[in-house]
């Protein structure tokens, strides 16, 4: 296979540790036994995640991360990608770990991080107000400001691990824009809905929930752009993960077509799979150069609307061609592939859920087509 | 009570039809985004029964309802606008018409009225390990005893052996024959000493199908359908009653009826792209509909089913996982949870649906063998020199 431009040392080295961390204690095994209880995931696996730093990645060295760049980001998402770890490690260190980091001067600031970096709470980020929506204009919950505290109220959809969590950043339409609040302890969960990988997803209500002012992470003059930040950065690992995702189901499949004999014959000879094979070998070679370029793009510092739509692109074509690899994984495979024992099935499970989580392919072509064609402005 | 369904006009016998599912299919029963089980489905399995509804396909003579093919259709399009599940179907659909073609008399006087009564339930005994596209390389042998056939071998992907009272099984009869030729066609109860059943998970978490483990079991000699060595022809033609059975239009109708629920209930059909690919799809699923009535036409007028009906089975399975990929796409961030979701006041189940819409382009001869039938068997194209 032919490469892409040659990785930097540090990232290297990044991946190497992740692949070899994954190798040892995240196997097909342990992932089915994580994402069979409650959590959906691995409290300790996560704590030894968070050891090895991977929850600290962006956050600035002086604030106890290792200060490192998108493109790192990208590589490690995709070695979680390729083993299929359930851990809420975007939702942790990129939604709600940056949230903090971008917006909190104040007192909350280090001991939340350090809670986060440290791998000692879950949390996650509330905000969407329906499907389909994709950012900072359509944000669920609002608030007002009453005294000394803030009256939150509304709805937000989606928020993963939510009923597992122990604290949540929530954004909230206010008077003169978006603002981004920490809240301490169990979110308030309306619905708790078990997702295909196992893992879980709830929407929450804020009606009556009463916040004092030193909650606020970010005022209305940075709380959309932070948001709108954040999204993008977990939409970049997530396209990473369902890169590795569907590399690895694809590589299994391949072993299978090799392996595999029917009519005297590996299945692999019969040129109607042959065929499709290469189809999604050229699909996987397309999304790792959507991923590169979006990843290229963000550590150039680009502006919001260059980061959104290289981002919503990576995301489209990841999570379309991860679906499309995932479906025809199982038919390449025969019955064997429909099976809950054969370790395709945790790929399949973990794409349907990556691939729609943080807007599906869809609503992020119209995102891209919004910011490209329709500002008059050629691809 | 002898009711000549043919005879009647087809608005009263639709009428006749709906009101009866409508009244009495159990509400667990509509709208189930995975197979039934003999429990769920069993109230209702047994008031078909009782109506004498069960085979409507069947001759009369048989305990069937004896519909020809236009009632037939119409009868199926109710149940499937009802939206009422599949239930445990392989007796009716697969055994019965092999055993009214291929069965000797008293097999007909046996199985028939148990399987049209839900008495017996049948699972089919075909793949193996080493044994799926390739069904004729199967190693399961029986060897003669006395009065008896003892069978040794494995089954595998045996839908809903567990819950089975019957299974039908093919095996090696002839060691030395040519692949095709030294099998036969065996009918075995589950309970024979020798036979155990693991069930397997499918991706979507259910037990829906199971290892069949055959280890000396013994089934009287005259549990064979057809002549010794002569299973093949039965196989194969089980295997057309089962792609007519697959190619009909239900499944993809079903799911278009809840793809059009989804949307009706969100506001979709004001987006013209949506329209568009809607009705697309719709028409598919009709024109399928329309190919399917052609085919049952020709095989009601005496004609066998030839490898055409590769046909059905292709677009029918394929049309149908078109449908659930487009219920996911408009499912978005919904698309990922496990069981039915709120969609503007439907209540939807995208991913089942889509779980379930994938084996069709497996089970019963893959797409791939399909085309390679078609190419080989009714375009002429000449066989890979590689
Ligand atoms: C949900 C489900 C229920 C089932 N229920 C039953 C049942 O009740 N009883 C029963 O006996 N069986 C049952 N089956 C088994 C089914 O019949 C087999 O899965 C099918 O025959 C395919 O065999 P296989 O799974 O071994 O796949 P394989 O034959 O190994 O095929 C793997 C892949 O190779 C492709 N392939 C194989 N040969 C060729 C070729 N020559 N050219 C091009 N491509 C090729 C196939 O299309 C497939 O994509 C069931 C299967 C499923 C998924």
Known sequence: MFTSIAEPEHRRQLRDSAADFLRRRCDAKAVRAAIETVDGFSRERWKAMADLGWTALLLPEKAGGLGLGFGDVAALHHEVGKAAAP?????????VAQAVARGCEGALREPVLNRLASGDVIATLAWQAA???LGSDRVGPHAVRSGSSWRLAGRALFAPFAARADGLVVAARVASGVALFWLDGAPPVLEDRRLADGSTQASLSFDGVHLGTDALIAGPESGADILDGVLDTARLAASAELLGLAERAFAMTMEHLKTRRQFGAPIGSFQALQHRAVDHYIRIELARSALERAARVMDCGAAAAERGAEVSAAKARCGDTARDVARDCIQMHGAIGYTAECDLSLYVNRILVLSTWLGAARAHRDRWAALRLRSGEAA | MNIDY????????????RDFV?????????????RMRWREAKDWCLKLAAKGWSAPAWPVEHGGMGLNIDKLIAFQDEFDRA???????????????????????QQKAHYLPRIAAFEDLWCQGYSEPGAGSDLAALRTSATSDGDHWVIDGQKIWT???????DIFILARTDPQARKQAGISFFLARMNTPGITVRPIRTLAGDEEFCEVFLDQVRIPKHNIVGAVNGGWTMAKALLGFERLLHGSPKLAQMVLLRLEAMARATGRFADPVFVEMFTRLSLDVADLAATYARFADGLKSGLSLGPEVSILKIWGAETAQRITEAMLDMAEEQGASRGAGDFGGAQVDPL??????RPGTIYGGSSEIQRNILAKAVLGLPSSSL
């Not at chain 1, 851990?87 to 260190?93: C, D, F, Q, R």
């Not at chain 2, 009647?8 to 009428?15: G, K, Q, S, V």
């Not at chain 2, 409508?22 to 995975?34: F, Y």
């Not at chain 2, 809903?160 to 009272?165: N, Y």
Request: charged share 20%.
């Open chain 2, 83 to 105: 939206g009422v599940a599949r239930h445990p179907d392989i007796g009716l659909s697969m055994l019965g018409p092999l055993l009214i073609r291929f069965g000797s008399a």
């Open chain 2, 22 to 34: 409508w009244r009495e299919c159990p509400p667990g029963m509509i709208h189930q985004a995975r």
């Open chain 1, 87 to 95: 851990e809420p490690l975007a939702v942790v260190s990129l939604l």
């Open chain 1, 131 to 133: 499907p389909g929506a």
């Open chain 2, 352 to 357: 089942g649906h889509y779980f379930l819409s």
């Open chain 2, 6 to 17: 043919n005879a009647m006009d087809e608005r009263a016998f639709r009428e006749m039809v």
């Open chain 2, 159 to 165: 839908t809903l052996a567990q819950e089975a009272t």
